[in-house]
């Protein structure tokens, strides 16, 4: 027990000699929490759109008002010939192109249905099918004004729905109180895994490790050293991400912070034995790095912190049921938002408890071996 | 010059002999476009929902027929009390509940209009936003429809084209991303490791005193990885394009030129930051929030730069990759030519000059 | 010195990687509180035998005992009576003087008391009291090294191993270094080095000459120098040389 107290005592000198290392500890959370969240959104606010205007009408304008009055369209340009419109897409000052046909009012007046037509900068699929719905609401709109103005034509009311929306949990669709929690996530993945293995992995490489190994000490505590230092400084992290996302965004407190962090401990604990993995079979921390990196941009990226986890194919769901990071971010998120319970996380803890257990017992057994 | 290629073959031996290295360098690509391809995606399909139907009438479940066959939704479960709306949210795999009000079709019939309650589990926002449209735009289709069997009337209908991606693919927008991702990764951050790697092993000293000038030695060094950048950003269109259909519209020359415009970039990235620390893991760290982060988020590859607040989006056009991505699209799916992109060039070339200049005062000031 | 008293008994040790012989039947016996030298070219197998004899290795076969312990089962008892120091540098670069020696100190099970007592004595016997508490990168390498090898016999083990400590030393720091080495053994630890300067075998109590993983030759300098009838150990070494 002495002697992983006076390695603890190492680690931690040793850390926080690091000169780019303290900024790093407490800048990353901040710029994370800011840049993410404000960049995070696929909402989309304000679509530009190029009007061409080939029929010069009062219809083919009440149209394009109609477009130029919604919050979500802005107008940015305005010609009378189509390629025009497009050599605008194509510079990307715009992201759609309204073309109304010649003769566009005239049908109308007739009698006979018409139509606009839509061009969309679709490179952004999600985008794009934003784009056409809100481009058929306007258009139902402009529809109805049309019907309601000639309502002697139809015989029976014409039916509605009332659709009254709540949005649970997150009444404002506040983007922010989604992703911090997401967010310390990430902090906690990148601090643990880089500070655990990568240490270990430095040692290798500069050669200090052989004389630790020639020493009476014995491997669980050369591992519980490394591994102590880490776990206290990632669930510092933690707790210094929630305060900033308390502050600055407000996000809800709503569960038990016991439970989050007796959570994040077991979750830590996962990450540093895989951390401690991939350092007993790298040499370098280049080689340590990499295939850190990699994992984690897998395990982020299916983790459902970005996309959702519901819109991925089976296959992808199934595999997700192994990746830790989406168990903890499902955790968290629940206890934050939810204020969800034991009974409501349960199978996640246990989960990601079971595999704590198992990367950190074959991470050890592995690192014997290597020595 | 001899001395300089035996460098550099020396460090091509040092990247090749370390398979696991090379099995992600190549690797890394098939399985993030895989991944991007198919996983990622920000489309609603097969969403859980819960239905609390007061009414159990023909138009009810007419409706409910019409939400199910859609594709996006899938039934949980049924309901029968308000009361269980909590606890089902709380478990966290029902998404949305709507509910009918009692007598839905009487009403709709007598008084021309009933009531839907949609209620969404807005803990991630995005995807209660798009689930609540998807389910109104189904309903807004119901209604339509039943209105259009009984009356007749002159309609507007808008023909939406969608220009340079008819299928709407994710893939289309993934792929320019994940190459600037790529090349970072492998031009800046693995660059910015190898070289404090020397420094911190000092063994960058040794090379410094060697007849090799510095510029050589970071030549040397650096080459090795401009050339498999090169190659990763080839596999990664070669696979979007077999794989999934992402076309290259645009001029193939072009297109590597750029590509290689911009490994330079990240490449003269990675030596400032190797510059600026003589530790290989505030090397890692730096590269991962100063690079990784903004390549991922600020460069419009998942969140588009224009749905930012203004602040943010002026931090975007520091971000090499975004201009990046802007270029790679324009090639690839617009098929433009440099007269398009010409400003894009520019300002990344800029941008390189800066990197550089500012690596070489650091990098003299450390020897003097 | 008696010569009675075996602390280190190795008996046809072979090392061997894949299909190369590193170690080829190694046999030889070092006694305690002498100055035994292994002397070889880079690559002869010096490293690999200390390696194994430390417990970094294993070994392929052969009987080895160190410290009275057997290398194959007892590797835990052997490593607290030792005492290393390798080729590599193996201060903690960003940890200061004293930080180092508290560290080896803890880890090697001493008291704070006796690590506060052995730190005094160390920073009085290598007179760096001044730069105690200097990070170890910025020590000139000669003061690196002398407080590396304090550091390795803060313990005082019955062996201590050397691994080319003198590797990339000037020749003054080289000097003193010898003279701590000759200190330490009048202390009665054993000293165990490898070098591939021939001239420091002349130090050595015994010296063990080693090509291709075999042992060549094995006798105190004199009598080497003697039976190859040369005036130096350098000779002695080119005359193996030549012979395989």
């Not at chain 1, 992703?179 to 880089?194: A, C, K």
């Not at chain 2, 939400?67 to 478990?91: A, K, P, T, V």
């Not at chain 3, 000037?170 to 010898?178: K, S, Y």
């Not at chain 3, 080693?210 to 080119?238: C, H, R, S, W, Y």
Request: glycine content about 6%; some cysteine; overall charge positive.
């Amino acid at each position: 027990m002495r002697t992983i107290l006076f390695l603890i005592q190492k680690e931690f000198l040793q850390i926080f000699r690091n000169k780019g290392m303290i900024p790093i500890i407490f800048a990353v959370p901040i710029v994370q929490l800011v840049i993410i969240v404000h960049a995070a959104t696929f909402e989309l606010k304000n679509v530009n759109l190029y009007v061409v205007d080939n029929d010069r009408t009062t219809t083919s304008r009440s149209i394009i008002h109609q477009f130029e009055g919604s919050h979500f369209f802005s107008l940015s340009g305005f010609s009378f010939n189509y390629s025009d419109g497009e050599e605008s897409l194509r510079r990307n000052s715009s992201d759609a192109v309204l073309c109304i046909p010649r003769g566009f009012e005239k049908k109308l007046v007739e009698g006979q249905s018409t139509g606009f037509q839509m061009v969309v900068n679709a490179i952004n699929g999600s985008a794009g099918g934003l784009i056409n719905g809100y481009t058929v609401s306007m258009v139902n709109e402009f529809n109805r004004g049309l019907s309601s103005g000639r309502a002697n034509f139809t015989l029976t009311k014409p039916k509605f729905i009332d659709l009254t929306y709540s949005f649970w949990y997150n009444p404002e669709l506040n983007y922010t109180t989604f992703m911090v929690p997401g967010i310390l996530v990430i902090l906690v993945t990148v601090i643990s895994l880089l500070l655990s293995g990568m240490n270990i992995v430095k040692e290798k490489e500069i050669g200090t490790i052989e004389q630790i190994n020639v020493s009476p000490i014995r491997k669980y505590q050369f591992i519980t050293g490394k591994l102590v230092p880490t776990l206290i400084i990632a669930l510092f992290e933690l707790s210094f991400g929630l305060v900033i996302g308390k502050i600055f965004f407000n996000i809800p407190l709503e569960g038990n912070l016991l439970l989050l962090f007796l959570s994040a401990f077991i979750y830590i604990l996962v990450i540093l034995g895989m951390g401690l993995m991939v350092s007993t079979f790298a040499n370098t921390q280049q080689q340590a790095m990499f295939v850190s990196f990699f994992f984690m941009i897998v395990f982020l990226l299916m983790s459902g912190l970005f996309t959702s986890v519901e819109n991925m194919p089976q296959w992808a769901q199934t595999l997700n049921q192994i990746n830790p990071v989406a168990h903890f971010i499902r955790i968290i998120r629940m206890i934050l938002l939810k204020g969800s319970g034991f009974q409501d996380i349960q199978n996640n803890l246990a989960y990601l408890l079971g595999l704590a257990f198992l990367s950190l017992s074959l991470a050890i057994r592995r690192y014997r071996k290597t020595v | 010059m001899k001395k300089f290629i035996g460098f550099i073959i020396k460090e091509f031996h040092h990247i090749f002999r370390d398979n696991r290295t090379l099995v992600i360098l190549f690797g890394m690509p098939v399985v993030q476009l895989l991944l991007f391809g198919y996983v990622i995606t920000n489309e609603i399909k097969d969403a859980r929902i819960a239905i609390l139907d007061h009414s159990k009438d023909i138009v009810t479940r007419e409706i409910t027929v019409k939400l199910l066959s859609s594709g996006y939704f899938i039934l949980d479960r049924n309901l029968s009390d308000d009361s269980e709306i909590h606890s089902i949210f709380q478990q966290g795999k029902v998404k949305e509940v709507i509910v009918f009000e009692p007598g839905f079709a009487d009403k709709l019939e007598k008084t021309g209009r009933a009531g839907v309650q949609i209620l969404a589990d807005a803990s991630e926002p995005n995807t209660a936003k798009m689930l609540v449209n998807y389910t109104n735009g189904i309903l807004m289709g119901y209604v339509q429809s039943l209105n259009r069997l009984q009356t007749q009337q002159v309609q507007i209908q808008a023909e939406v084209k969608m220009q340079y991606n008819p299928g709407l693919k994710g893939v289309f927008m993934f792929v320019p991303g994940i190459i600037a991702m790529l090349l970072t990764l492998i031009s800046a951050l693995m660059t910015s490791i190898s070289l404090t790697r020397e420094k911190e092993l000092g063994t960058m000293e040794v090379l410094l005193a060697s007849p090799l000038r510095p510029i050589q030695i970071i030549l040397g060094k650096v080459t090795p990885y401009l050339l498999l950048s090169f190659i990763n950003a080839m596999m990664i269109i070669l696979i979007g394009h077999f794989v999934f259909g992402v076309p290259v519209h645009g001029s193939l020359i072009l297109l590597m030129s750029v590509t290689m415009l911009f490994i330079l970039t990240a490449l003269s990235l990675g030596i400032l930051i190797s510059t600026i620390t003589d530790s290989q893991q505030v090397a890692m760290m730096l590269s991962m929030v100063g690079l990784m982060l903004p390549t991922i988020l600020l460069s419009g590859f998942i969140y588009p730069i224009e749905n930012m607040p203004l602040w943010l989006q002026v931090i975007c056009q520091a971000m090499p990759p975004k201009w990046f991505i802007i270029m790679i699209k324009d090639i690839m799916l617009k098929g433009s030519g440099i007269e398009y992109i010409w400003k894009e060039i520019l300002v990344l070339s800029l941008m390189t000059l800066f990197f550089i200049a500012l690596s070489i005062k650091k990098f003299k000031i450390r020897l003097a | 010195m008696s010569e009675t008293e075996p602390v280190i008994i190795v008996k046809d040790l072979v090392k061997k990687f894949g299909s190369f012989i590193a170690n080829d039947h190694l046999s030889f016996e070092v006694y305690k509180g002498e100055i035994f030298g292994f002397l070889g070219a880079n690559g002869a197998g010096k490293t690999t035998a200390i390696r194994i004899l430390c417990g970094l290795s294993s070994p392929t076969s052969g009987e080895i005992m160190v410290a009275g312990y057997n290398a194959y089962n007892e590797a835990d008892k052997i490593k607290k009576n030792i005492g290393y120091m390798s080729q590599k540098f193996s201060l903690y670069e960003d940890l200061t003087v004293t930080e180092n020696i508290r560290l080896y100190g803890g880890i090697y099970g001493l008291s704070r008391k006796e690590i506060r007592s052995r730190t005094a004595e160390l920073l009085e016997k290598l007179e760096i009291a001044s730069v105690k508490d200097t990070l170890i990168r910025d020590l000139p390498l000669g003061w690196r090294q002398k407080l590396a090898f304090s550091v390795a016999i803060i313990h005082q083990p019955g062996i201590v191993f050397l691994d080319e400590p003198t590797g990339g030393v000037d020749p003054i720091t080289r000097r003193q270094f010898w003279e701590m080495i000759y200190v330490t053994a009048h202390e009665g630890i054993t000293v165990f080095v490898t070098t591939h300067y021939l001239d420091e075998a002349e130090y050595c109590d015994r010296v063990t000459i080693m090509t291709d993983g075999k042992i060549m030759a094995l006798d105190t300098p004199l009598n080497l120098k003697k039976q190859f009838e040369v005036n130096t150990i350098n000779e002695v070494f080119l005359k193996l040389a030549r012979n395989t």
